[in-house]
């Protein structure tokens, strides 16, 4: 190891193991490999990060006593005794604003969610609207004073432009480290769909419902083509209600919500399945990634990040606009995937974790 500080990778609550979370250990684990000593730095750690790393991982854990004002006050007295602030990546929009608050400069950040993906962004009040747009007036001058800002694709580095006036650069993420898990699948019997993420309502699981439903209600019902299954693996706070919506649409028995899925238990259902779905607004999509590397096609929106390097490729389907343009795509990909037509026809390049986590050692000049 080097005799700098170490890299400091800032997550302010680490409540579940997402795609940000997999993103910072790939990249902890890329610095660990390269002699490069790094640690994670929280508020709280709910989940006990360290057991998810494939590598020795070091956490240091705040825990303030109260809120936001606690919060602020227990980074600014970590932040006192860190020398080279250019050794500390933020993992996402909150942890930046954090950092700019008490005073911290010339930082890194992964910018994973900017205010058009958070869960609220379509429905906010005027109070909620100026809240938001005074935080990006602040993070931005952190953002601006010397690091590098980091995204996955050119949506995000749109909205870094306008969020924050500045140029972001693009690291484009992979998903599996390697492709031993690919196959090519045949339909046969039964056309299985797969998603897998929260359920929640950013995530347009209702496009899928109504969707299906709509095709499913043609003067030639989708079942008549195919004996269609729709599983939906992932926890979440809209599970009732969504199964209440297969309900009334007349589809419920053709969908599954099947919870939390262990990682075994997720291969096995991408081994199963012929058509994976994604139609999210979402910084980049991992999961889409997964799914191609492993050899089934995808069905995902143009305002998925990962889209950027999709779109030319028999491997995907990319529709844009509204719920209305969802269900002639999907029938669309079911189609494309029940007969074939990616079969034998190269993925598109997609960067390994390791790949990624190189370009952004890079673009913080750690290497």
Known sequence: ?????????????????????????????????????????????????????????????????????SKLATL??????????????????????????????????????TPALFSDAGHRSLKAKLRIKLQSFLTARGLRSGGTTIVTSEFLRAECRKDFGIEAQIARMGGL????????????????????SRIEKNKRIDWMLQSLAALEHEAIPLSSHFDWQLRLAGKGSQIDALRTMAESLGIAQRVHFLGFVSDDDLRQLIRESHLFLMPALQGFGIPAVEALQSGMPVLLHRESGVSDILLDTPWATVFDGGIEAMAPALRQAMFSAAEGRHFGRPLPAISSEEEWAERVAKLCHWV
Not at 40 to 67: C, M, Q, S, W
Not at 84 to 101: E, K, W
Not at 177 to 196: H, K
Request: charged residues 20%.
């Open 177 to 196: 480290t390697s492709t031993e898990e690919f196959r090519e699948r045949s339909y046969s019997g039964t056309l299985n769909l797969l998603s897998v």
């Open 1 to 69: 190891m080097t005799n700098l500080p170490p890299v400091e990778i800032f997550i302010a609550e680490v409540e579940a193991f997402g795609g940000a979370e997999r993103a910072d250990l790939a990249l902890s684990r890329w610095l660990y490999e390269h002699g490069i000593a790094n640690r994670f730095l929280t508020y709280r750690d709910a989940i006990g990060l360290a057991k998810y790393a494939a590598h020795p991982v070091e956490v240091i854990t705040l825990n303030p006593n109260g809120g936001f004002r």
């Open 76 to 113: 600014k007295r970590h932040f006192a005794g860190v020398s080279t602030q250019s050794r500390l990546i933020v993992s996402g929009y909150q942890p930046a604003l954090h950092a700019t608050l008490v005073g911290v400069r010339g930082f890194h950040c992964l910018m994973h969610d």
